[in-house]
């Protein structure tokens, strides 16, 4: 049996779009571009929002017409080509492993354990091995904690008498803020994990493409907020740009907020174990990847779901937020490139929003691609260029 079941509505996919985002978005990356641009964070988080519009209406488009698990993958193979389709596969994989990774890194940081974030990752890796069903339930209470430390540094933030002016900007060039834009979209892509769970929502030519909406209406307010409250109390609390509790440490209140980003961190790193299993899972069926990872028991891609969560283990020995966050950021913005090129290859009948609104999304995905650390840039194109030679191989065995 390889097949999933529909169990998801409106809610449950906003609620799974809601735990996907607000985590290393919310608590990471925030700070990692108020670290490179200042107080621009507060302009940079709602023209990220911007790009994430873009390209989340294409992959409504995409998932409404093809509800299939895997997304880009999918969607890539399907209006593309077997080549493309597996290049979005790969950096899916890569992409969301190291931001994962990330995840699981900062929550790490929060105990002071050194084998944490790997402890972590085997938890809630069972968690979803065990089903859909018993996942969505946690999400629910992990995403109400999140939105609710959230608050509360707003809060902390609007009622801080000796904070700075949050519209002040000051940067040395287009370098850093193109960068920070840059984090700030991939904090935004977890309305991704709706559409690679297009097998498992109910009526997916409604729902995916309103709980996708939905998603980023509300992440968008939170993070213009959060934006607005970091410029407050980053000064004087000498952020770092690594987390936000860092800056109301021993403030009344803090308390929340921490309680908040563990919540984040966890349904982060659970929603993105359980997307990036459903990736795995495609590509064993395409046999891009060992067929195994297509077995499905009980409902749940086990197999998948263990692979996913050892990769993100292993990853979490790069031991830095910024690196990890760095090769996620670029990895998601050429998916993403693909993602806009199929949605255009849409014909009338399944294209539901206007085709400059792919043409958008691709031209600034690409585009924001080339700001990043020219390290990066290139480690990521070596990994690229291995999965191209791996499915080479593989499919070569595979055929004989």
Same mark, same amino acid.
């Given at each position: 049996?390889?097949?999933l079941r529909?169990?998801?509505?409106?809610?449950?996919?906003?609620?799974?779009?809601l735990?996907?985002i607000?985590?290393t978005?919310?608590f990471?990356?925030?700070?990692?571009?108020?670290?490179?641009v200042?107080?621009?964070?507060?302009?940079a988080?709602?023209l990220?929002?911007?790009v994430?519009?873009?390209?989340?209406?294409?992959?409504a488009a995409?998932?409404?017409a093809?509800?299939?698990?895997?997304?880009?993958?999918?969607?890539g193979?399907?209006?593309?080509?077997e080549?493309p389709g597996?290049l979005?596969?790969?950096?899916?994989l890569?992409?969301?492993s190291?931001?994962?990774?990330?995840?699981?890194?900062?929550l790490g940081?929060?105990?002071?354990?050194r084998?944490?974030?790997?402890l972590?990752?085997a938890?809630?890796?069972?968690?979803?091995?065990?089903g859909?069903?018993?996942?969505?339930?946690?999400?629910l209470?992990l995403?109400?904690a999140?939105?609710?430390?959230?608050?509360?540094?707003?809060?902390?933030?609007?009622?801080?008498p000796?904070?700075?002016n949050?519209?002040a900007?000051?940067?040395?060039?287009?370098?850093?803020?193109?960068?920070?834009v840059a984090?700030?979209?991939v904090?935004?892509?977890?309305?991704?994990?709706?559409?690679?769970?297009?097998?498992?929502?109910r009526?997916p030519?409604?729902?995916?493409?309103r709980?996708v909406i939905?998603?980023?209406?509300?992440?968008?307010?939170?993070?213009?907020?959060?934006?607005?409250?970091?410029?407050?109390?980053?000064?004087?609390?000498?952020?770092?740009?690594?987390?936000?509790t860092?800056?109301?440490?021993?403030?009344?209140?803090?308390?929340?907020?921490?309680?908040?980003?563990?919540a984040?961190?966890?349904g982060?790193?659970l929603?993105l174990i359980?997307?990036?299993?459903?990736?795995?899972?495609?590509?064993?069926?395409?046999?891009?990847?060992p067929?195994? $990872?297509?077995?499905?028991?009980?409902?749940? &891609?086990? %197999?998948? @779901? *263990?692979?996913?969560? =050892?990769?993100? #283990? !292993?990853?979490?020995?790069?031991?830095?937020?910024?690196?990890?966050?760095s090769?996620s950021?670029?990895?998601?913005?050429l998916?993403?490139?693909?993602?806009?090129a199929?949605a255009?290859?849409?014909?009338?009948?399944?294209?539901?929003?206007?085709?400059?609104?792919?043409?958008?999304?691709?031209?600034?995905? $690409?585009?924001?691609?080339?700001w990043?650390? &020219?390290? %990066?840039? @290139? *480690?990521?194109?070596? =990994?690229?260029? #291995? !999965?191209?030679i791996?499915?080479?191989?593989?499919?070569?065995?595979?055929?004989?």
């Amino acid at each position: 049996m390889s097949e999933l079941r529909r169990e998801l509505g409106l809610p449950g996919a906003v609620i799974t779009g809601l735990g996907s985002i607000l985590g290393t978005g919310a608590f990471v990356a925030i700070a990692l571009a108020h670290g490179s641009v200042g107080s621009f964070v507060v302009l940079a988080a709602p023209l990220a929002a911007m790009v994430a519009v873009f390209n989340g209406l294409s992959s409504a488009a995409l998932a409404s017409a093809h509800p299939m698990a895997g997304g880009t993958y999918e969607y890539g193979s399907k209006y593309l080509g077997e080549w493309p389709g597996f290049l979005a596969g790969w950096l899916f994989l890569i992409a969301k492993s190291a931001s994962a990774a990330t995840a699981a890194l900062a929550l790490g940081s929060l105990t002071g354990l050194r084998w944490a974030p790997v402890l972590i990752v085997a938890v809630l890796t069972v968690l979803v091995a065990s089903g859909l069903r018993r996942t969505t339930p946690v999400n629910l209470v992990l995403v109400a904690a999140t939105i609710a430390g959230l608050v509360g540094f707003v809060v902390i933030g609007a009622t801080y008498p000796g904070g700075v002016n949050p519209i002040a900007v000051s940067v040395d060039g287009w370098q850093p803020i193109l960068e920070a834009v840059a984090f700030l979209f991939v904090a935004y892509t977890g309305y991704g994990r709706i559409a690679t769970l297009g097998e498992e929502v109910r009526d997916p030519s409604r729902t995916i493409p309103r709980a996708v909406i939905v998603t980023l209406a509300v992440t968008a307010v939170l993070y213009t907020a959060v934006g607005w409250a970091v410029n407050r109390l980053a000064i004087d609390f000498g952020l770092v740009g690594e987390s936000l509790t860092e800056i109301v440490d021993g403030l009344a209140g803090s308390t929340v907020v921490l309680i908040g980003a563990v919540a984040a961190m966890g349904g982060v790193l659970l929603n993105l174990i359980l997307g990036l299993s459903r990736v795995w899972l495609a590509m064993g069926r395409r046999h891009d990847m060992p067929r195994a $990872l297509a077995t499905v028991t009980d409902g749940s &891609p086990r %197999v998948a @779901v *263990v692979v996913s969560g =050892v990769v993100i #283990a !292993g990853l979490t020995l790069i031991g830095d937020l910024r690196v990890a966050w760095s090769f996620s950021a670029f990895s998601v913005l050429l998916y993403y490139a693909i993602t806009n090129a199929a949605a255009l290859k849409l014909d009338a009948a399944e294209r539901r929003f206007p085709r400059w609104t792919a043409w958008a999304g691709l031209a600034s995905c $690409l585009f924001l691609s080339i700001w990043l650390e &020219p390290t %990066v840039v @290139v *480690v990521s194109l070596a =990994v690229i260029g #291995a !999965g191209v030679i791996w499915r080479a191989g593989w499919r070569q065995r595979v055929r004989t």
